[in-house]
Every structure is written in C-alpha cells, then in structure tokens.
C-alpha cells in the first residue's frame, strides 16, 4: 500500500475515508532528513506553505503542491491511478546549467539516481536506484506506451537485494536529477556523465492539456517529447555502463 504524507491540510477524516484500502496516509509528518523524504511514495503540500517546508520535501519521488482540498484530491487520483495508472510527460533539451547556480536556487534540490531497463523470461521493466548521501529507495516500474507524450505506469518498491539481482549483466545508465519549484509546478532536471554541454528537463502532467511555463532561468534548445533518441531506455543503451 503507498505511503502519502500531506502537509497543510486539515480534512484528514474524509482522505482517510475516501482512500480506505487504497493509501496509508501521514499528516504533517515531523522531517527528520532525507529518510522523512524516502518513507513516502508522495507528499503533497497546501499552497502558502515557507520555503523551507518545501525545501525539506524536494527529494520526495513525487512531490506535488496542491492550491486547495479540490485539488488535493484531484492530485492523490491520479498518484494512485483512479480511473487509471497513467504517466503523462514532456521532455525538453536545455542547456547544461551550472549545478553551483542551481544549488543556489531555495526551491532546488537533487538525487543521484542509477537505472536498467531489464528483458527477462517474457517481461519487459525498469529498475531504479534514487536517493543521495548512502540513503536510497529502489523501485521497479512496468510502463505501456499509450502516445508518446502518455503511458500507463505502474511502480512498486523493491529491495536493494532485488535491484542487485536485477541490474546483474545489464546497461546502467547513471544521472543526477535535480528536482526544482517553479509557479507551483514540479520539474525534474537530469543531468548526465557524459554530455557536458546539454541536459533534459521533464515535467509531469495530470492532461496533456495542462498548461505551465518553463523556469526562465534554463536556457531551453527544443521540445523532443516525441523525439525517441532522447528516451533514457536509449540512452542506457548508448551509455550505460555494463555490470558484471
């Protein structure tokens, strides 16, 4: 069952009545460090919130501010996949931003984040390592291409064992994802080891519709959401490095 911490809402009796069976949820859990971020598989902050509650929660793997309970509700659906489990992204190719200029930014943070994309005995997965600082979640995800823009997504968590018997004689491809705030909107940065002057920035929507506007301070070169080179499984496969 996932994990949820919600930060700055107070209707607690009708989430916990409306996702029975679905959702364990925290509110306003006490952060102790990245472990606080790691033990929830989401959290969602009211808008208003300080910076610094924020900042605390950057490094949760799905981190979503929600301006009102309507919209809290509308967030934690689509986290759980009701009606369905669905991943809806566009991908851009920016300019590689200075990482001292982006550790400057209050709203700014990031993960170290290793991943294969494994074939074995008729089935087709991802598995990833996130976390920084020796502390790391490991997770395993099984997506079908809907467009290119929309997937159905389903992810569980797994055990470092079973990430390590997993990733045995695959391509690991290895990234920092720097995650960032801007108008209330969620965008992850991925800079990698082996391009030294571009990076790919994505951002998750709940439509294909949804609008947003890009952080002004990344210099964006082009939209390559369609773009099937830029795909991380092609990537790995490019650059990942083999493990024995």
């Known amino acids: 069952m996932e ?31 990245k472990s606080s971020e790691y033990a929830y598989s989401a959290a969602f902050i009211k808008s208003g919130q300080s910076e610094s509650v924020i900042k605390c929660w950057l490094g949760n793997e799905h981190l979503r501010i929600a301006a009102d309970y309507a919209a809290l509700i509308c967030e934690i659906d689509f986290f759980l996949g ?7 992204e566009r991908k851009f190719l920016i300019k590689n931003p200075a990482e001292s200029t982006l550790a400057e930014n209050a709203l700014c943070d990031f993960v170290d984040i290793a991943q294969a994309y ?28 809907l467009t290119e823009m929309k997937r159905i997504e389903k992810e569980t968590r797994i055990t470092k064992a079973q990430y390590e018997e997993c990733i045995k004689g695959e391509k690991v491809l290895y990234k920092r994802r ?32 949804e609008t947003f506007e890009l952080p002004p301070f990344l210099e964006v070169e082009k939209e390559v959401t ?18 024995k």
């Open 82 to 88: 009701i009606p369905e489990p669905l991943e809806i």
């Open 3 to 33: 994990k949820i911490a919600v930060i700055g809402f107070d209707n607690k009796d009708e989430i916990i009545k409306r996702y029975a069976g679905k959702a364990e949820f925290d509110f306003d859990p006490e952060y102790s460090g």
């Open 118 to 145: 494994v074939n074995r005995n008729g089935e087709r997965f991802r598995v990833r390592k996130r976390g920084r600082d020796g502390d790391f979640i490991y997770i395993k995800t099984q997506k079908t291409k």
């Open 178 to 209: 720097w995650l960032m705030l801007y108008k209330e909107k969620f965008f992850e940065l991925d800079i990698f080891p082996f391009w030294a002057d571009r990076a790919l920035l994505e951002i998750e929507l709940k439509s294909e519709e």
């Open 226 to 243: 369609q773009d099937k080179s830029f795909r991380n499984s092609v990537l790995c496969q490019l650059y990942g490095i083999r493990q």
